[in-house]
């Protein structure tokens, strides 16, 4: 899959490049339903999560950069990493980690389990976007209309709408522990 996408792989192709008879790869795994999930486990297995020793808010901010990482060195999955539910061993073990980083840094399980869902979330999209863009795209369409949308120009005037995706990362990552130390009577009910 890394090195001819997620379209080319299937359970006949996977036989031919092991070298074997077609049949053989469901002894392995039933369907291409599990082959998708292996890759996705495949994948998250690579991600080495902090040990439990220092500040939690900076192994959790090292851990989902590891996560990030893992997930844009395979490119053609991150469309799979986005789609597919994390459900498996790595992914189960990404989960109790966050959760259990963000509770014992003294984060009501609830929110943890926000926090976690938000964070795969935004990681999941961010890896689409660092790995489906190269960030040498002018803003061609922005410019052609310059009237239209002079608060956007105005506003990636700077950085020629180029973005730092670690510093994205940072970002979120700061912005969602800011969130965390909001009381919960602060946040709308829906969201506490």
């Given at each position: 899959m890394d090195a001819d996408g997620l379209a080319?792989?299937?359970?006949?192709?996977?036989?031919?490049?092991l070298g074997v008879d077609p049949m053989a790869a469901y002894r392995h795994v039933p369907n291409k339903e599990a082959l998708l999930d292996a890759v996705v486990d495949a994948v998250l297995a690579e991600v080495e999560l902090p040990a439990g020793t220092g500040p939690w808010e900076e192994r959790l901010s090292v851990g989902v950069h590891r996560v990030l990482a893992a997930m844009t060195a395979h490119p053609?999955?991150?469309?799979?990493?986005?789609?597919?539910?994390?459900?498996?061993?790595?992914?189960?073990?990404i989960i109790e980690w966050g959760l259990h980083t963000l509770t014992s840094g003294g984060v009501d399980p609830r929110r943890a389990v926000l926090v976690m869902n938000a964070t795969g979330l935004f990681l999941t999209g961010l890896a689409q976007a660092m790995t489906g863009l190269d960030g040498s795209e002018p803003l061609t369409a922005l410019r052609a209309t310059p009237d239209a949308y002079p608060?956007?120009?105005?506003?990636?005037?700077?950085?020629?709408?180029?973005?730092?995706?670690?510093?994205?990362?940072?970002?979120?990552?700061?912005?969602?522990?800011?969130?965390?130390?909001?009381?919960?009577?602060?946040?709308?009910?829906?969201?506490?």
């Amino acid at each position: 899959m890394d090195a001819d996408g997620l379209a080319a792989l299937s359970m006949r192709r996977l036989a031919a490049e092991l070298g074997v008879d077609p049949m053989a790869a469901y002894r392995h795994v039933p369907n291409k339903e599990a082959l998708l999930d292996a890759v996705v486990d495949a994948v998250l297995a690579e991600v080495e999560l902090p040990a439990g020793t220092g500040p939690w808010e900076e192994r959790l901010s090292v851990g989902v950069h590891r996560v990030l990482a893992a997930m844009t060195a395979h490119p053609h999955a991150t469309p799979l990493l986005s789609a597919r539910k994390w459900l498996t061993p790595a992914g189960l073990a990404i989960i109790e980690w966050g959760l259990h980083t963000l509770t014992s840094g003294g984060v009501d399980p609830r929110r943890a389990v926000l926090v976690m869902n938000a964070t795969g979330l935004f990681l999941t999209g961010l890896a689409q976007a660092m790995t489906g863009l190269d960030g040498s795209e002018p803003l061609t369409a922005l410019r052609a209309t310059p009237d239209a949308y002079p608060v956007t120009l105005a506003a990636l005037a700077s950085g020629e709408g180029r973005f730092v995706y670690p510093d994205l990362l940072d970002f979120w990552i700061a912005t969602a522990l800011a969130g965390l130390r909001t009381p919960p009577d602060r946040l709308s009910p829906a969201s506490s």
